[in-house]
């Protein structure tokens, strides 16, 4: 469910929608998504001074809390 929803907005924000991936994996602190996107867009996921990467942690919180989840985002390039 994280996961398609990290997906979907990520898919919504770059250019090149074919190479957005989410993969989830288990890391030292819980679960973590990881986010991969076009090198030519990662500007477009972090954004002017990170905030819609700080907006991205903030609907996956609320949408995992739901659950009791925890999980952490990784953007990747």
Do not use: C
Not at 33 to 53: F, P, S, T
């Amino acid at each position: 469910m994280e996961k398609d929803l990290i997906e979907y907005i990520a898919k919504s924000l770059v250019d090149d929608p074919s190479a957005v991936s989410v993969n989830e994996t288990v890391g030292e602190r819980g679960p973590v998504l990881e986010l991969r996107v076009a090198q030519g867009d990662i500007g477009k996921v972090i954004g002017k001074y990170g905030r819609i990467a700080k907006a991205l942690r903030t609907v996956l919180s609320a949408s995992a809390s739901r659950d009791g989840k925890r999980y952490s985002l990784d953007i990747l390039d």
